[in-house]
């Protein structure tokens, strides 16, 4: 029982079993990367971190109970195995779909538009089955981008209305501002969906055209002086 992963952006995989039934000392290969999980009756079971295991009742404790073996158990025995990927998932982009509204000192109310990128990766199999995979054979990062992208925006415009950073000085405060950011979405995610966020940047933030044609033409009129 193994996965040979060959992507880079699948975070769960189910083995294929047929009726679910895996012998009594078959060998589980867990590589690195990867943890394995059993399920048995939609009931969560043993978590196995890397290495080659001979499934026996002995290495499977919390199975055990949820199946209700004493003295061994008969060959063969029905659960199903999820192989999850711990693995950081990289080039993942963020961007905020509509303009964020923002008090400035400079320019009264103004609209920002934000976009960059970041990583994923999964901490906590079990919480990530439960609340996530469900019954899904295969699960991939187009599935929670979406979910993660509307975290990461509603973060950054929460972030920006506590902040008080003038719009012209927001380029100058990337690097703090994408680790500010980058901990505010891991404490939404990592006890709800066994998720982390390890990487997070800002690669721009853009004011509206007409604002910055405005300041185009100022710093021409600064240039040329009086």
């Known amino acids: ?60 404790p919390i199975l055990s109970t949820l199946m209700g073996w004493k003295h061994g158990f008969d060959s063969p025995f029905k659960s199903e195995v999820y192989f999850v990927s711990t693995r950081q998932v990289t080039d993942l982009k963020w961007g905020t779909p509509n303009p964020i509204m923002l008090r400035d000192t400079d320019f009264g109310m103004v609209r920002l538009r934000a976009f960059g990128n970041y990583t994923l990766k999964a901490i ?61 979405v891991c404490e939404r995610i990592d006890d709800e969906y066994g998720l982390e966020v390890p990487q997070l940047h800002i690669v721009n933030v853009s004011l509206p055209e007409a604002v910055e044609k405005a300041l185009d033409t100022r710093s021409s009129m600064g240039a040329i002086g009086n």
């Open 124 to 184: 906590d199999a079990k919480i990530l089955l439960k609340e996530l995979v469900g019954t899904d054979g295969e699960y991939e990062t187009d599935e929670i981008n979406e979910l993660l992208r509307s975290i990461i925006n509603s973060s950054f415009a929460d972030m920006l209305g506590e902040s008080k950073v003038a719009a012209l000085d927001l380029a100058a405060n990337y690097r703090e501002m994408s680790e500010q950011l980058r901990e505010i």
């Open 1 to 60: 029982i193994e996965w040979i992963d060959d992507t880079r952006h699948t975070l769960v995989w189910r083995f294929p079993r047929y009726h679910n039934q895996i012998k009594n000392g078959a060998q589980l290969i867990v590589r690195p990367g990867q943890v394995a999980v059993f399920v048995h009756r939609g009931e969560l079971g043993d978590v196995f971190e890397p290495g080659n295991y001979e499934l026996k009742a002995d290495n499977l």
